[in-house]
């Protein structure tokens, strides 16, 4: 992508997200809609995914990076690095959100997810290599789990038994007892791995699927023998990987090469690289499983490529330096 395309890109992405915020009372009646964090303007985009805009723009803590959504799309969880909290951003009577609460928590909280029952919040921090565990109904730290150096994406097996954590400068994945709030096991990954995704549905079962920063691949992991069981490679710096959820298709994104690596998630075969947006970093797949959206750092939008015909179909624009890093569409959207 040229350099002025990027820089018209950015001035628009900084215009269209402040329209949208004055000219929408709040997100009622959308469509499934999508949480992007904007780290360069401690703000939360709402996004309204049929109608392809920014219907709302949240303020929340100060450079918030990470983002886990709540069945039913009523809560929000967003880490703020530098504020040392997370913020509670909740779905009003008239449909828009608020910043309720700011939970501080450690010293750099980075990743976050929800258990799959909503029951426990886990925030990974970067600086005291611990997962501190939150009460959602409290809105107030209950515990710490110790894990690796620099912890970050994290995922909870189905049945939440497990929680998965990548420590980015242990390269390994810490395996948390979720019944017992200790970890049990460390799994040698590759180089700096940062994002993690469970998937049910691998050829041989289910996997883990962990991208490795500094060694540009992604790590396939079996969760049951807990070893590595292939590699990947991808391009420079890749940071999350998204998979279909019948598990037929993988993407990647690749921070430094502006692309997303694509494969097929029953051979492993590569499908291609896609010139996709600058530094795309947060990746999920649509409700409607037909595209993947990556969150663009550089180019400030939501970038949406369609999973069959691994072309770009649509730009939104956002906030200032978006990562959405996380589960940033909930999970039970259709």
């Not at 805009?53 to 886990?68: I, N, W």
């Not at 499908?271 to 649509?286: K, N």
Request: hydrophobic fraction near 40%.
């Amino acid at each position: 992508m040229r350099a002025s395309a990027r820089v018209g890109q950015a001035l628009l992405s900084l215009v269209l997200p402040v329209l949208a915020g004055s000219l929408c009372s709040g997100p009622a009646g959308a469509g499934p809609l999508a949480f992007v964090t904007d780290q360069g303007a401690d703000a939360l985009s709402v996004i309204d995914l049929d109608k392809g805009q920014v219907v709302q723009t949240v303020k929340v803590g100060r450079k918030p990076a990470g983002v886990a959504v709540a069945p039913g799309a009523a809560r929000i969880y967003v880490t703020n690095p530098e504020g040392h909290s997370v913020s509670v951003v909740e779905r009003q009577s008239d449909g828009a959100y608020k910043e309720t609460a700011e939970i501080p928590v450690g010293e750099g909280p980075l990743g976050v997810t929800l258990d799959n029952a909503g029951a426990r919040l886990f925030v990974a921090d970067w600086y005291t290599n611990k997962v501190y565990v939150i009460d959602p109904q409290k809105l107030a730290v209950t515990g710490s789990i110790p894990v690796g150096k620099s912890p970050s994406g994290m995922a909870a097996s189905p049945d939440d038994h497990w929680l998965y954590v990548a420590n980015r400068e242990s390269d390994t994945i810490s395996v948390v007892d979720l019944a017992n709030l200790r970890s049990v096991a460390e799994i040698p990954v590759g180089q700096s791995p940062f994002g993690v995704t469970y998937d049910p549905n691998g050829p041989d079962g289910p996997r883990l699927l962990v991208a490795n920063v500094k060694s540009f691949d992604v790590s396939v992991v079996d969760p049951t023998t807990r070893r590595e069981t292939r590699r990947l490679k991808v391009r420079k710096y890749p940071y999350v990987v998204a998979v279909t959820r019948d598990g037929a298709r993988i993407f990647v994104t690749n921070q430094h090469d502006d692309s997303i690596s694509a494969f097929d998630g029953k051979t492993y075969a590569s499908l291609g690289v896609i010139d996709a947006c600058g530094y795309p970093e947060g990746l999920l797949i649509s409700p409607d499983q037909a595209s993947a959206l990556a969150v663009c750092w550089m180019d400030n939008n939501l970038t949406a490529i369609d999973v069959k015909t691994l072309r770009v179909t649509r730009q939104i624009p956002v906030g200032s330096n978006p990562r959405g890093f996380g589960q940033f569409i909930a999970p039970d959207a259709k």
